[in-house]
């Protein structure tokens, strides 16, 4: 058999990296450029055609850095608590090792020194060891209890610190994986689109998880290894300065290490991240839709495209583990070489009576400390460089603007702004992921409470100037003013409190249909939302089922007919009371008896408020007080129901279309 599809790829991954590596150097600037020809051809063709896309770049660590501790605010002061903690608890452990010295050089060699000077000048310090020379077994005893006390002092100390670093990192974890939330639910829709609801649950739960573990890997261990490092080095400079050039030595080793492979993993980790990304937003894909899935017999085709896409993640993984044990590799020759060669070198000191044995012994141990804590990093700094990776892609969510920010001193409308009039002047459009036009030059004007039905082909672009209207996207060129004023100068919340919107593809969630009904007025009490569900003639359904407003309707409604989920939707319009109403195909799942039923509660609803109403029936259109045909994004015919007839245009072809079919059958025409 041929290559695996899944090996090809990961060949051109290669390819992409090592090019991606050459262009940008080992320095951080790394990828700045790459993307374009990079990432976009490990993504497939599919990523490659929404052009601008989040994550086009890869931050310094200082960026990263600064940008990690704004958001660890709120949580700093527990975690500079925790490295105080730290600091005292590793500056008690590292008296001990001077306790080996002392046992060894005092007591245990024959003949004993005494003590040395400096210790003795310590006040308090002979009542506690006595005098070596007269009873040496009491000293032994003496420095075995100082030893033991100490370490656990000093365990204990750290032990609290550690404590704290933990609640922090958990409630940073809570607070960050927050805001995450929040702001992709605030994201302009194109960018929400774009990274897919599988996608964003793996960004909130993987990436912001791992961004609080950075309080580990990025201030607690680092500044143990320094505190570590330092202390040891103070009291190795003091026992043999030259000893401890041996230990500097080391300090550039670790530099070289860092920057020539840390800067090549990060971005490695952020593929893997991404492609884990793709994998759960497939995923999530595939059972949203799994209907389709089994209706087509694609269940196959799913499953191997999930094990394609897993294999390629593997790959990306075990490529990563080469480069993770690179560095662990060198520090594991390393550090063994570092302490023969001092075991060496002091061993000859010694023997030519520059050093007690006690001293080696003791720089010993402290060797080991020194060393310990750069190994840890070392070790830690492939989950470090992991978990920056993780940043880096919480920071590229986190720094696309909110959804179309208003101007500056956009005006806050008051929930009890009456009677809004639409004025469209002009208004282009084509949507951010592609250049096609959908809209040209459209204007109409809609006073205040009159209801306009847009009329038109499937793909004319009526849901499009709805979509416009409720400024989930604002125009290319030309403007829409509510009350005569912009709508990028109204504050965009206060602006969609006063919105209803009701679609044909009616999204519910999973809860009961009481909790469905009042979405929009989550206080509205039970017979609030019994007289909405009446007007909207779901009552009745209602009743019938076991458990009535408290049955639980399964994820988007799965357990409802569409007319039935249309129904409780527009039930929830009803409740909710907006004064700006937009019906989009509302209708187009009811049969013809409940349309029937809720045409005079319809009507109800769109009297004395501003309504766009996207309809088939000749009735709802025909009731309207303005009538828009569009056609290609054009505004080709206004005027009422009459006018229109009379003027004998596309607008009458319809209608006449539509009768000759509602003579031979009941059900709705397919305009759409
Ligand atoms: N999110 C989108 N991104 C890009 N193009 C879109 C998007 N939504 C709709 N379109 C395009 O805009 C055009 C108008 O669509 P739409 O307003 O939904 O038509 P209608 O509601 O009249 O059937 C169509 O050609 C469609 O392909
Ligand atoms: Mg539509």
């Known amino acids: 058999m ?17 090019e991606r590596h050459r262009q940008g150097g080992a320095g951080s600037a790394s990828s700045t450029h790459a993307p374009h020809h990079g990432h976009s051809d490990v993504d ?35 975690i500079i608590a925790a ?12 008296i001990p090792p001077l306790g080996t010295k002392l046992a060894i050089d005092s007591v245990l060699t024959v003949p004993a020194r005494p003590l040395p000077e400096w210790l003795v000048a310590v006040p308090g310090v002979t009542s506690i060891l006595g005098d070596p020379a007269v009873s040496p077994m009491r000293t032994l005893v003496a420095i075995a209890l100082v030893v033991t006390v100490l370490t656990a002092v000093g365990t204990m100390i750290n032990l609290l610190g550690r404590w704290l ?32 609801s599988g996608g964003v649950a793996s960004l909130i739960r993987e990436d912001a998880g791992g961004v609080a573990d950075l309080i580990f890997s990025m201030l607690y261990n680092p500044w143990r290894a320094i505190v570590q490092f330092c202390g040891s080095l103070v009291i190795l400079m003091f026992v043999d300065w030259k000893l401890m050039v041996g230990g500097l030595i080391l300090l550039p080793v670790v530099w070289v290490t860092h920057r020539t492979y840390i ?11 991404k492609q884990r990304q793709r994998i759960d937003s497939g995923a999530t894909e595939t059972f949203g839709g799994i209907r389709v899935v089994r209706t087509f017999s694609r269940s196959r085709t799913e499953s191997s495209r999930y094990v394609r896409e897993g294999d390629f993640l593997v790959r990306q993984q075990l490529f990563t583990w080469w480069w993770m044990r690179i560095i662990e590799t060198i520090w594991e020759v390393v550090i063994p070489l570092a302490s023969t060669g001092l075991l060496l070198y002091g061993g000859y000191q010694i023997i030519h009576g520059q050093l007690t044995l006690g001293d080696l012994m003791m720089f010993l141990v402290y060797l080991t400390m020194l060393l310990d804590p750069l190994a840890t990093l070392a070790g830690s700094a492939v989950t470090f460089q992991n978990n920056l990776a993780g940043l880096d892609r919480i920071l590229d969510v986190l720094e696309v603007d909110e959804e179309l920010p208003s101007r500056e001193g956009a005006a806050r409308l008051s929930s009890q702004t ?7 002047r002009g208004v282009s459009f084509h949507y951010p992921a592609s250049e096609t036009p959908v809209l040209q030059d459209v204007s109409i004007e809609i006073a205040a ?20 209207i409720a400024r989930f996207y604002d125009p290319t060129a030309g403007e829409i003013h509510y009350n005569g004023v912009d709508l990028r100068d109204i504050e965009l919340s206060s602006y969609r409190a006063l919105l209803g919107i009701v679609e044909q593809d009616v999204f519910l969630f999973d809860g009961t249909i009481h909790e469905n009904i ?17 007007a909207a003639a779901a009552d009745e359904f209602i009743l019938k089922m076991e458990l009535g407003y408290d049955t639980v309707i399964g994820e988007r409604g799965v357990k409802l007919s569409g007319g039935q989920r249309q129904r409780l939707a527009i039930a929830r319009a009803i409740l909710a009371d907006p004064q700006i109403l937009i019906l989009d195909e509302a209708t187009s799942n009811l049969d013809s008896q409940s349309e029937r039923l809720i045409q005079s509660s319809l009507s109800d609803l769109l009297q004395d408020r501003t309504a766009v109403v996207i309809a088939h029936r000749l009735s709802t259109i025909a009731g309207a007080d303005l009538i828009v045909v569009l056609e290609d994004g054009r505004v080709l015919e206004t005027g009422t129901h009459a006018e229109l007839l009379a003027r004998g245009g596309h607008y009458q072809d319809m209608v006449n279309l539509q009768m000759n079919q509602s003579t031979s059958d009941a059900s709705p025409p397919t305009v759409n």
Not at 52 to 75: C, N, P, V, Y
Not at 418 to 424: K, V, Y
Request: glycine share 8%; charged share 25%; net charge positive.
């Open 418 to 424: 009456q009677g809004g009039a639409i004025s469209i």
């Open 83 to 94: 490295l105080g903690l730290l600091s005292v608890g590793i500056a008690i452990r590292l």
């Open 518 to 534: 009042a979405y929009a007025r989550p206080k509205a009490n039970r017979p609030d939302v019994i007289a909405a569900a009446s």
């Open 44 to 78: 497939g063709s599919r990523a490659a055609r929404s052009q601008k896309k989040i994550g086009d770049r890869t931050r310094s660590f200082f960026e990263l850095f600064s940008a990690f501790w704004q958001l660890i605010q709120g949580h700093r002061g527990p």
């Open 263 to 273: 800067n090549r993993i990060r971005p490695l980790f952020r593929d893997v991240r």
């Open 449 to 468: 409470g009159q209801t306009v039905a847009l009329v038109g082909r499937s793909g004319a672009g009526k849901t499009t100037l709805t979509n416009l």
């Open 2 to 18: 041929a290559v695996s599809p899944s090996r090809r790829r990961f060949d051109d991954y290669r390819a992409t990296v090592q």
């Open 165 to 196: 670093a933990t609640k922090s990192v958990n409630k940073a974890q809570v607070s960050i994986r927050r805001r995450v939330f929040e702001h992709s639910m605030r994201l302009p829709l194109h960018h929400v689109y774009a990274m897919k």
